[in-house]
């Protein structure tokens, strides 16, 4: 976390406890505060070395709080907020993880119940004594036992978006040490699940000791958990992540088994039990002639959870993944793929898919510019994506309609305007540039924008952006009306989840994808890693229903078409092939499939 992140989120702790208090205004204004400071392009510490009046220079950063900036970074503190911190002692950001629950909510609770942290409010809730205090009733308090679990779960999960280039930091600092041979993510990581538990990484080397102290010594780490010979913890920006140190020659044994999935592995295992093998950390052992192991023996241990974690046998295989998987009369499976549902059969029949790939995608279907929500224009996006060796980019920014506050979104007339704007930047960089739009999908299914400025754009994308509460039978049949649209393309972001914020949509995936199929509309993987959405499950039952899938990052800035490999990996975990992805096409193959 960086300086600038680490004081924003004690502004942001500060207005949460103001407004717990009771206080109006001041808790928006450390708000806006803490966001100039988290996007201010100067390290914070050195503004407060040279004084409150250099903080204050920061947009929306007033003398009052550009002193309590420098308190903070010169003691470590600000006492006004321990202050704050004292009066009311509860875990705001636990609590305020529960949908419905802002910090007004805890501040009440406290006083009435002295609720302080999300065991204490389950356990109110469950007693019926939230519907007791004024202002609450049955139903917040049955909304509030509702979505206690899904905040637990995201308060102890991190985002693949946050979690990845954490990995991929460790893995650098470990990589260049002289002694390491490989190194590897593992773990549900590399298998590119949208939220994980912890990071896991692997490293085959000789040596043990310097290298678990470089990793103790990685700048990001905050605290070590534990540093033992062959492995070791560390928490860093608040995920904990796991070293193992192997020998050379049994990396891709620990390798396959590390990266899991623990379903994965039971299923491969016991196919090399089936084989008179044994399979684990250490490598692929020939048992046959190990007594009390091998086939013959009283408890083979058949569909065992466990593998027997030992070195007993002739090595079969161990050194590299590959080697596994093809010692087990199998092709190698792809990460994305390893949970148990299917693939090992698949790749005993040599019928695996062929993945689509990050360099397969030739531009990007869903992107913002300046005219809504975005922050650069609309040369700025398409000149981004010319550098990416895109062959197209589709500029689709917001109209207006349901969920779209403050003017953000383009009406008809508006909508005309860009059709001249875009091409007029079109001759400023050297690939085409088609127009597009993100409608809104309505509740019951329809679109706000008129069928005929419609008709008249290259590409529309229609996504949901409110009434996301929906129960599931109106969200599948909302869905399926927008799917059948004669307009529209591409269905985006379709539950409209937000990891770790709210769940979404929750439709019958499968009715929806043989919509798609059938009036020829793809469906996004929006690879926003805060959406992943269509998700791998999802991807895997519209492909398998013969519809076309379109990888799209919904950037709002240049850096975010980076974000296209989430999608991809995304779409893989959804056994996707090239040729099911739109965007994988040429713009002749585009423009067909949108016609
Ligand atoms: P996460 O961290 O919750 O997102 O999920 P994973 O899959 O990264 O799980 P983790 O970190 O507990 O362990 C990494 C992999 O190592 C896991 O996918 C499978 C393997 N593994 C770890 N411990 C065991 C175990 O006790 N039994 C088996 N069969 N596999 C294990
Ligand atoms: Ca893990
Ligand atoms: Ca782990
Ligand atoms: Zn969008």
């Known amino acids: 976390m960086s300086r600038n992140d680490e004081v924003a989120t004690r502004l942001e702790e500060f207005a949460d406890l103001l407004e717990a208090t009771g206080v109006e205004y001041k808790p928006t204004a450390y708000r806006r505060a803490a966001e100039n400071v988290r996007d201010h392009p100067a390290p914070i510490e050195g503004l407060a070395a040279e004084g409150e009046e250099a903080v204050a220079e920061i947009d929306r950063v007033g003398d009052a709080i550009a002193a309590k900036i420098v308190e903070y970074v010169e003691t470590g503190e600000i006492e006004e907020l321990d202050e704050l911190r004292e009066e009311l002692p509860v875990d705001m950001a636990g609590l305020t993880a529960v949908e419905g629950v802002g910090p ?35 139903k917040t308090e049955q909304n509030i036992l509702d979505n206690i679990p899904f905040a637990r779960e995201s308060r102890e999960r991190t985002r693949l978006g946050d979690a990845r280039p954490l990995a991929d930091d460790a893995l650098a600092s470990l990589a260049d040490l002289d002694p390491v041979e490989s190194a590897e993510v593992c773990g549900s990581i590399r298998r590119w699940k949208p939220t994980i538990g912890d990071v896991d990484l692997l490293v085959a080397s000789e040596a043990r000791e310097p290298i678990v102290e470089a990793f103790t010594d990685w700048e990001t780490a905050d605290a070590t958990i534990e540093a033992g010979t062959g492995k070791a913890s560390v928490r860093a920006d608040g995920t904990r992540v796991d070293l193992r140190i192997v020998d050379p020659d049994e990396f891709g044994a620990a390798l396959q088994y590390f990266t899991g999935s623990r379903a994965h592995n039971v299923a491969v295992r016991n196919r090399a039990i089936d084989r008179g093998l044994k399979l684990n950390e250490y490598g692929l052992f020939d048992v046959s002639d190990v007594e009390g192991e091998g086939a013959d023996a009283e408890d083979a241990g058949d569909d065992s959870e466990e593998p027997d974690a030992t070195r007993a046998g002739e090595r079969v295989a161990g050194e590299s993944e590959d080697e596994v998987y093809r010692a087990l009369d199998m092709d190698p499976v792809p990460p994305e793929l390893r949970e148990d549902r299917g693939e090992v059969e698949a790749a005993a029949e040599d019928r695996l898919p062929v993945l689509v790939g990050e360099g397969d995608l030739r531009g990007d279907l869903h992107t913002h510019t300046d005219w809504s929500d975005g922050g650069f224009s609309i040369a700025e996006m398409a000149r981004a994506a010319e550098e990416r060796g895109y062959d197209y980019h589709v500029v689709t920014d917001h109209a207006t309609g349901p969920g779209m506050v403050g003017g953000v979104g383009l009406d008809e007339s508006d909508i005309e305007e860009q059709a001249a704007a875009v091409a007029e930047a079109a001759d400023e960089v050297d690939i085409p540039i088609l127009h597009g739009i993100e409608a809104n999908i309505d509740a019951d299914g329809g679109l706000a924008t008129d069928d005929e400025t419609l008709a008249a754009l290259d590409l529309v994308v229609a996504s949901p952006h409110a009434a996301l509460g929906q129960d599931r039978e109106e969200a599948t ?115 067909s499939f949108i016609l």
């Not at 409209?496 to 043989?514: M, Y």
């Not at 499950?537 to 013969?546: C, K, L, N, P, S």
């Not at 990052?553 to 092939?577: C, F, Q, S």
Request: glycine share 10%.
């Open 477 to 591: 049949e909302r869905l399926v009306r927008a799917v059948e649209h004669p307009h529209v393309d591409v269905l985006g972001h379709p539950t409209g989840r937000l990891i770790n914020e709210r769940p979404g949509l929750d439709p019958d995936v499968e009715v929806i994808a043989e919509a798609a199929t059938a009036n020829g509309t793809a469906i996004e993987v929006n690879a926003n890693p805060a959406r992943l959405d269509a998700d791998g499950e999802f991807v895997r039952a519209a492909i398998e229903a013969g519809a076309t899938i379109a990888v799209n990052t919904d950037a709002h800035a240049p850096r975010e078409l980076d974000n296209a490999r989430y999608g991809v990996h995304t779409a893989r975990r959804g056994w996707a092939e090239t040729s099911n992805v739109l965007n994988a096409r040429s713009l002749d193959g585009l423009r």
């Open 104 to 138: 007004k909510t805890v501040g009440s609770l406290y006083d009435a119940l002295g609720i302080a942290d999300l065991d204490e409010l389950e356990a109110a809730a469950e007693a019926g004594e939230i519907q007791e205090v004024s202002g609450f009733g049955a």
